[in-house]
């Protein structure tokens, strides 16, 4: 259950509306501030699709939901919140902005998460002039209700500390907490996803194929794998009785050829943009976004909900995460009608471990 009394979510777009969606379904109240006047409006459209999303996992019924609050300012959102998301544009000077603010009014002992898709928390964290230490990037992937995935990164400032309350924070609330050993910009899933996008583009730029086949290419194919196993363990599997080796030995040289362009860049012109840009239109057969989201989360629910069958009922990968993130909601919402002093008790009796400083520093990145 979840160890967080209060959470503040600073930024509510994409990303932001995901984690408040994330939060609110798991019972935590949220206050939220986003200077756009449609805030509240983008926000609401989200959590429709995620309280839909979360009736087809839980259908016996859901938690009773957390409450929503807009606040006007950062410093009225932060005031008392435990646990701080900022979600705010992939801008540096922006970033720098909004970190102070939330550092100047936040509780000394809230953790604070970063949604940045890239930047390191060491470049982050120097604006932060009075607890740097209890700042992590926790990099979610979108629909940040139902992926499970967070890559948790500590700059140099950031306590060993902050990022063991972290992983507890984000695992209380459904979530595989992967922490990126060494800090390095855009981390590990973006690393993966730039180089596989760069080498997309070049591929529609060149006419090798169109946006939907491309598509085709990887859900009919090693989309599913990856889905399921990854890419080490299903290359493991390929290289037949022999395994990994054999599958190195056979395929290693091959890097070698003039197979890919994965270190160019075309140039993002007008011409690739409104190449890519119509095929997708064609590609959506008039499907509307919101009319995608849908299809998109039934479908992941789908794929983790088969995933949890798997595995002599014990769950596979996502799979048994969803399994027993599933379970932890239908226990949360069988406990409904005492609601929630119970819950504030106990929660008011355990609050999140502190980020204190050490009396000496045990070293400066993590490891
Ligand atoms: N979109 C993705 O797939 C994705 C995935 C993972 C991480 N991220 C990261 O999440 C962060 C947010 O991205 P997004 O896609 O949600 O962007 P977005 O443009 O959808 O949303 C950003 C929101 O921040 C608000 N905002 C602007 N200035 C603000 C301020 N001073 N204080 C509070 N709110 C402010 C905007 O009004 C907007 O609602 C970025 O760092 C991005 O790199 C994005």
Redo the contacts with the bound molecule.
Sequence with gaps: MSIINKAAA?????????WVARLLLNGIDVSI????P??SR?VSEVMKGARRAYKQMVPGGLPKEGKLTFAKT?AEAVADADFIQ?????RLD??H??LA?IDAHAPANAIVG??????KPTDMQVAMKKHPERLVVG????P?YLLPLVEIVGGEQTFPEAIEVAKEIYASIGMKPVVIRKEIEAFVG?RLLEAAWREALWLIKDGICTVEELDDIMRYGFGLRWAQMGMFQVYRVAGGEAGMRHFMAQFGPCLKWPWTKLMDVPEFNDELVDLIATQSDDQAHGLSIRELEKIRDDNLVAIMDALSKQNKGKGWGAGALHKDYTRQLAKLAAKKPTASKAAEKAKASKPVKKAEKPKKKTGKKKG
């Design positions: 600073i930024g509510g777009g994409v990303i932001g509306a995901g501030f986003d200077p756009d449609e805030a983008k950062i900022e979600s705010v544009p992939e922006l970033k902005r909004v603010e970063s949604s940045t898709s890239g930047i990099h979610p992937f979108n940040v973006d």
